[in-house]
């Protein structure tokens, strides 16, 4: 445990004298999202009745 914490700091300490370096997660996920205005479920569920 002591092992992977020295890496750690290792790996995130600060590259230049009095900056401070900060990772950011940008990754972008669609979210699925159904609003009561789109017609696509009421599309599906006639296709599925007919």
Same mark, same amino acid.
């Given at each position: 445990?002591?092992?992977?914490?020295?890496?750690?700091? +290792?790996?995130?300490?600060? +590259?230049?004298? $009095? $900056?401070? !370096?900060? #990772? !950011?997660?940008?990754? !972008?996920?669609?979210? #699925?999202?159904?609003? %009561?205005?789109?017609?696509? %479920?009421?599309?599906? !569920?006639?296709?599925?009745? $007919?």
């Amino acid at each position: 445990m002591e092992l992977i914490l020295k890496e750690n700091i +290792r790996i995130n300490k600060p +590259r230049e004298k $009095g $900056g401070n !370096v900060e #990772s !950011v997660d940008t990754t !972008v996920q669609g979210k #699925s999202i159904i609003f %009561p205005t789109d017609d696509k %479920p009421s599309k599906k !569920v006639i296709k599925n009745i $007919g």
